[in-house]
């Protein structure tokens, strides 16, 4: 309520023209929305924008960048093939890169943890409520087809992503009640319930749909059909499950503003698509692409000694990573009844050896991953601070003594790959779950066998693999490795039809609502939700509330440690392991900025084609 409107009323109860005209004076005389957020060049979820309004150019760019050549890559790990263009629905595989094909009304700045700043949007005003957020549009916005781009065209893309899209759209967007646009130039989202403090963002940054276009196409069905976009980039040419082709738009509406100068400088962005990480590696020694991160540690040790190394053609090199490394592992699908005792969980992850895991295929490259928030100050350590006991404690009837004591970690192997006290305490927890092992192969009461089958998709994880299941035969576990195509497994995946598979889920800095995609009740009976292990608890979701609504980075540390601490006690999963660095192997014909973006690899977005590296190169 603003002093005008206040002092007004008092005027009206008391009935003095007098009082009354000294109200409008203050009024006039005061700021039009006094305490209120004025209008911004940029939001952020906390703590003051690091760019004026004034800015040219995020610090990790150079706004000289020579724009040409082509960047060829790979398809990013775990899609290895794709049959849609279309990467807002749960059907079908979206190639990768579809996201350049569109703009969105602001752009994350990759140095800063939650800020964003105007791209479709100059201006964004949050209300002194917080419950609701307006865009003011640039007038010179349009779509690769010369259309404008409008309120209405924004307005019809968050109904229609909420509506049709994916289901980590509904999630994201469950409290944004709607969105209206009173003129062309102006977008108003209103919000409702309490946790409202990552909504302005999170519809910042939705991707910006033509209105026209998904009037005349189905929007909620799988496509080949390039679609209509305002963003730097379209589709030049592909062919199904090998490759497709971005070029970069010379008309762009936008390639001049403040967020986008010094980005996006390749001509084309080529994605190649290999069915196995060997073929992959294959081919980018013989030089049919230019750049690929490398996840295999075996192959990152030794595949890499070749004269095109060792004369620094083609350059192995390792980046930083400051981003949670996040959580991946073998998740259990506690939805079967046999993976819902929590002592069978336990036992599942005392029979996998990291220790020798890294020694013997990893050449020790890794670190085991411990917390879901992995390589951040949201992972919880040691015991619960009194920060933390005060969120744990009113759930303290429905939690595991465990939460309450040191934070659970994986168990630390003696390295043989069969260690017999950590395999008998597997067993022990089993035969206590009622498990009775009476032949090679545990049973039931019912005289059910315990069987467990692993989900996977590329043959390089085999040899991962194969030891623990020998390791699980051991306590009695019928386990099985089950290879599957990729089309095959995504389908597999997004029903839940599994018992155990890998999946690597990576943590915002500033996490929020996309945790209930995860690990919230809702989204355990959601198809193609994230939340592959299943997990339903009144605890945790009621932690990842007190995650959403923190008001500071110190209070949304403290309510992530806490949930991490009732999921690690939970084990629902069987934690892998982690490197805080990107591996980059890449052909010697870019340059980069000085300076990398503190959260991302920068590649796409900062890189050059350099073309006299690659002419240096080609006389190589």
Not at 12 to 41: D, E, F, I, K, W
Not at 142 to 149: E, I, N, T, V
Not at 196 to 205: G, S, T, W
């Amino acid at each position: 309520m603003t002093l005008s409107y206040r002092h007004n009323r008092a005027a009206a109860r008391a009935g003095s023209a007098v009082t009354a005209a000294l109200a409008l004076l203050v009024a006039a005389l005061l700021p039009a929305a006094a305490g209120a957020s004025p209008p911004r060049h940029g939001l952020s979820i906390f703590g003051p924008l690091a760019y004026a309004p004034d800015f040219t150019h995020f610090a990790y760019t150079n706004p000289d960048a020579p724009k040409g050549g082509r960047l060829s890559l790979i398809g990013s790990a775990g899609r290895i093939t794709f049959d849609s263009f279309n990467d807002f629905i749960l059907k079908g595989d979206a190639a990768q890169g579809v996201e350049y094909l569109f703009d969105s009304l602001m752009v994350r700045a990759d140095d800063e943890p939650d800020a964003v700043y105007g791209l479709v949007a100059s201006t964004a005003e949050v209300a002194d409520d917080g419950m609701s957020v307006t865009f003011k549009l640039r007038p010179e916005a349009k779509f690769a087809d010369g259309s404008p781009l409008t309120a209405d065209d924004i307005a019809f893309s968050f109904q229609t992503l909420k509506e049709k899209g994916h289901p980590r759209f509904s999630i994201l967007l469950r409290d944004v009640e709607r969105a209206e646009a009173p003129d062309p130039s102006t977008v108003k989202y209103t919000f409702k319930g309490n946790l409202v403090r990552d909504l302005p963002i999170n519809v910042a940054l939705l991707p910006i749909l033509s209105k026209a276009y998904y009037t005349a196409h189905k929007f909620e069905e799988t496509s080949l059909d390039p679609p209509l976009g305002s963003g730097p980039y379209r589709i030049a040419d592909f062919k199904a499950g090998t490759f497709v082709l971005y070029k970069r738009r010379d008309d762009y509406w936008a390639r001049d503003l403040p967020v986008n100068k010094g980005r996006f400088n390749f001509d084309e962005l080529k994605y190649e698509y290999f069915r196995d990480r060997t073929a992959e590696l294959t081919s980018l020694k013989a030089g049919a692409f230019d750049f690929r991160e490398e996840f295999t540690s075996v192959d990152w040790a030794t595949a890499y000694d070749i004269p095109a190394v060792r004369e620094k053609r083609l350059i192995k090199e390792s980046l930083p990573d400051e981003t949670p490394s996040g959580a991946q592992g073998y998740f259990i699908n506690t939805r079967r009844e046999k993976f819902k005792d929590v002592r069978v969980r336990k036992a599942l992850g005392l029979a996998f050896d990291f220790e020798w895991t890294n020694k013997n295929l990893f050449y020790s490259l890794y670190q085991r991953t411990h917390s879901y928030f992995e390589n951040s100050p949201m992972k919880a350590t040691g015991v619960p601070s009194p920060a933390e006991m005060a969120l744990l404690e009113p759930h303290r009837g429905q939690l595991a003594p465990d939460v309450f004591g040191e934070a659970i970690s994986p168990p630390v192997s003696d390295g043989s790959g069969t260690d017999r006290k950590l395999l008998r305490e597997a067993a022990t927890l089993l035969t206590q779950a009622g498990w009775e092992q009476k032949g090679p192969i545990r049973t039931n009461a019912k005289g059910e066998p315990l069987t467990l089958e692993i989900l996977n998709f590329s043959p390089s994880f085999d040899r991962i693999i194969l030891p623990y299941i020998k390791n699980l035969k051991a306590i009695g576990v019928d386990a099985t490795l089950r290879n599957v195509d990729p089309a095959q497994y995504e389908r597999r995946v997004k029903s839940f039809d599994f018992d155990l598979t890998t999946k690597r889920y990576s943590m915002r800095l500033t996490p929020g609502v996309e945790l209930k995609n995860y690990w919230g009740c809702e989204s355990a009976r959601t198809d193609g939700s994230f939340n592959l292990a299943g997990i339903c608890d009144p605890a945790i979701d009621a932690l990842i509330e007190r995650i959403m609504a923190a008001g500071t980075r110190a209070d949304l540390e403290t309510a992530a440690r806490a949930a991490d601490r009732v999921l690690r006690a939970g084990y629902y999963w069987v934690p892998h392991w982690y490197k805080a660095s990107h591996h980059l192997a890449y052909w010697d014909k870019f340059s980069r900025p000085a300076v990398k973006p503190r959260y991302a690899r920068g590649v796409i977005d900062t890189w050059w084609y350099d073309a006299q590296k690659a002419e240096r190169l080609k006389s190589r």
